[in-house]
C-alpha cells in the first residue's frame, strides 16, 4: 500500500470516476491510475469501485467505507509535514486563501496587509470562484482556507465561522429617478433592468428569494462575478446595480450613488472555512485572526477535532 494508490482512489471519486481527469490532477496516466487502484483492490482483497467493462461507475457499499479512511489517511499525511514545518521553525511557507472576487477585492485587504508585515516570508496565494468551488479547493487541500457567504456551512466536511454581517445596496448614476424614492421598494427596481451578481455568487440568492416572495419579476439584463464590473455597467447607464454594501466607496465611485436596501434583501453573512480534521501553521491562526477579530484560536481547533461548528 503506498500514497500514490491512495490518491488515485481519492481523486476517482472527486472527479465522478474520470480516470482521464485524475490522471491529470495525479500528473500521471491512465493506465498508470488504473494500475494503482487495482494493486491497492488486490492487496486490500475487496473492490473499491463498480465497472462496467473498465470504466469506473461508481463506489461498492466497502468502497464507500474505505473512501472514508482514505480521506482520513491523507489528511494526516498532510498534516504531518505541516507539522514537521511547524515544530522545527520554520517561518516560511504558503498560506493559500480561496474567497470569492468580492471578499477577495474588499474584505481580505486589510488582513493580508496586517499578514505581510508579521510573516514577511509567508507567501500568499489568492484564489477567486464561486462558493462551491472554494469549498472544493479547500476540500481537496489545494486551499488552506475558504472565505465566501453562508453556502460554505452546507458542506459536511468542512467547518465554517460566521466572520461578519452585510447588506445589499441599490447602486444607479448621479440624478437617477430612484433617488427620490423614498424607501425604496422591489416593485420600484421592477421597472429598470437590473444588473447584478451571477447565481451562486455575493448573496445572489438572497436578492432572487426576496423578488420571489413578492411576487415581483425582475429585469435583470446583465451579470458578472465582480463587484467592479457591475458598477462600470451601472456608469454606462446600461441599468439599475445591486451590489454587496462592502462594494461601494462614495469617495471612489464618482458618477454613482448608492440607495439603502438592507429592509429589502437578507442580511449575509461572511464565513470563514477550513477542512475537518486539518492542520494549520501558526501563521494561519494569525491571519484567521486578523479576518474574523471575534473568532478564537481554541474554537477553531475544537471545530477541526470535531467539536460541533457554529
Not at 38 to 51: A, K, N, Q, S
Not at 218 to 247: C, E, F, N, W
Request: with cysteine.
Amino acid at each position: 500500500m503506498n500514497f500514490q494508490q491512495l490518491r488515485s482512489v481519492r481523486e476517482a471519486a472527486r472527479r465522478n470516476y474520470n480516470l482521464t481527469e485524475v490522471a491529470n490532477a495525479l500528473f500521471t496516466s491512465q493506465p498508470g491510475v488504473s494500475r494503482q487502484i487495482r494493486e491497492l483492490e488486490d492487496e486490500l482483497g475487496v473492490v473499491i469501485f463498480e465497472r462496467n467493462g473498465k470504466r469506473l461507475t461508481g463506489l461498492t457499499e466497502p468502497g464507500k467505507g474505505i473512501l472514508k479512511i482514505v480521506d482520513r489517511l491523507l489528511v494526516e499525511a498532510e498534516n504531518l509535514q505541516q507539522a514537521s514545518l511547524e515544530f522545527t521553525g520554520q517561518k516560511s511557507g504558503t498560506l493559500t486563501i480561496a474567497a470569492t472576487h468580492t471578499q477577495a477585492r474588499y474584505a481580505l485587504p486589510k488582513a493580508v496587509s496586517h499578514f505581510r508585515n508579521e510573516f514577511p516570508d509567508v507567501r500568499i496565494a489568492l484564489q477567486q470562484s464561486a462558493p462551491d468551488h472554494i469549498a472544493e479547493w479547500v476540500l481537496s487541500g489545494k486551499a488552506d482556507i475558504g472565505i465566501a457567504t453562508e453556502g460554505l456551512s452546507q458542506f459536511p466536511d468542512l467547518v465554517s465561522f460566521p466572520c461578519y454581517k452585510w447588506s445589499h445596496l441599490v447602486v444607479v448614476p448621479d440624478g437617477h429617478p430612484l433617488l427620490t424614492s423614498s424607501p425604496i421598494r422591489l416593485e420600484d427596481l421592477a421597472d429598470y433592468p437590473l444588473i447584478t451578481y451571477d447565481v451562486g455568487f455575493t448573496g445572489r440568492g438572497h436578492i432572487d428569494a426576496a423578488f420571489d416572495k413578492a411576487g415581483v419579476r425582475p429585469d435583470i439584463v446583465l451579470t458578472a462575478m465582480d463587484s467592479d464590473v457591475i458598477k462600470q455597467y451601472v456608469t454606462l447607464g446600461l441599468g439599475v446595480g445591486l451590489v454587496a454594501s462592502m462594494a461601494f466607496d462614495h469617495g471612489r465611485d464618482k458618477g454613482l450613488r448608492a440607495i439603502e436596501a438592507s429592509h429589502l434583501f437578507a442580511q449575509n453573512t461572511t464565513r470563514l472555512a477550513l477542512r475537518k480534521g486539518a492542520y494549520l501553521r501558526s501563521y494561519a491562526f494569525e491571519f484567521i485572526k486578523q479576518f474574523a477579530p471575534d473568532l478564537k484560536r481554541s474554537e477553531v481547533e475544537q471545530a477541526l477535532q470535531g467539536a460541533a461548528p457554529l
